[in-house]
């Protein structure tokens, strides 16, 4: 079975935890990073998978419907790899 190449963790990470937030500086003070870095990530992650997640003015940033789907799916999956890590 050969497997579809992901786009970079880094990208998937900022975008969910700005999702999960609804904001670029909650997801750069959850993620350590500044809010420039974090929509640098997110830009990049739709230019690899081409597609708009985010849309709108700078300030009242929101998900795309593509950017809600993908949220969801990459809410639960983080979740299910963080309760697969030992110790969890």
């Given at each position: 079975?050969?497997?579809?190449?992901?786009?970079?963790?880094?990208?998937?990470?900022?975008?969910?935890?700005?999702a999960?937030?609804?904001?670029?500086t909650?997801?750069?003070?959850?993620?350590?990073?500044?809010?420039?870095?974090?929509?640098?990530?997110?830009?990049?992650?739709?230019?690899?998978?081409?597609?708009?997640?985010?849309?709108?003015?700078?300030?009242?940033?929101?998900?795309?419907?593509?950017g809600?789907?993908?949220?969801?799916?990459?809410?639960?999956?983080?979740?299910?790899?963080?309760?697969?890590?030992?110790?969890?």
């Amino acid at each position: 079975m050969t497997r579809r190449p992901l786009p970079s963790l880094r990208g998937l990470q900022a975008f969910e935890v700005f999702a999960r937030t609804g904001a670029m500086t909650r997801a750069a003070a959850e993620l350590s990073v500044t809010h420039g870095a974090v929509s640098r990530q997110i830009k990049a992650l739709e230019a690899q998978l081409g597609a708009r997640l985010v849309d709108g003015p700078k300030h009242q940033l929101r998900l795309t419907p593509a950017g809600r789907d993908l949220a969801s799916s990459l809410s639960s999956a983080f979740d299910m790899v963080a309760s697969a890590l030992p110790g969890a």
